[in-house]
């Protein structure tokens, strides 16, 4: 996947739709975090056992990337336009877990 091929998709599609004013870093995390609450209500109320069990269902499954997907794409345009380098975000977090949590 490329990420800034990605990001320039992105604000392609809102451009064409006239979304620049509101795509500010405030409103995209808001929406966010509305595209995550959906995707935590898919697993509301399963047991753990069957939210392992998912991807038997294709319905399930399709829905559950559909939800997975509109959190990261908004994730992304937070990136964007905040200036945050995504790959260099991620290895610096990895990093820093590392170091946070060693094996024992």
């Known amino acids: 996947m490329d990420i800034r091929n990605l990001q320039q998709r992105l604000r392609q599609f809102a451009a ?4 620049q004013p509101y795509q500010t870093p405030k409103n995209l995390a808001m929406a966010m975090v509305v595209e995550a ?3 935590v209500e898919i697993f509301q109320w399963m047991t753990p056992e069957e939210s392992q069990t998912i991807a038997q269902d294709p319905a399930k499954l399709e829905h559950l990337g559909d939800e997975v997907a509109d959190v990261m794409l908004y994730l992304l345009q937070i990136a964007d336009h905040s200036g945050v380098d995504m790959a260099a975000a991620v290895e610096r977090k990895l990093a820093k877990n590392a170091l946070k949590y060693p094996p024992p």
Do not use: F, V
């Open 16 to 19: 064409e739709r006239q979304w």
């Open 37 to 39: 609450a959906e995707l």
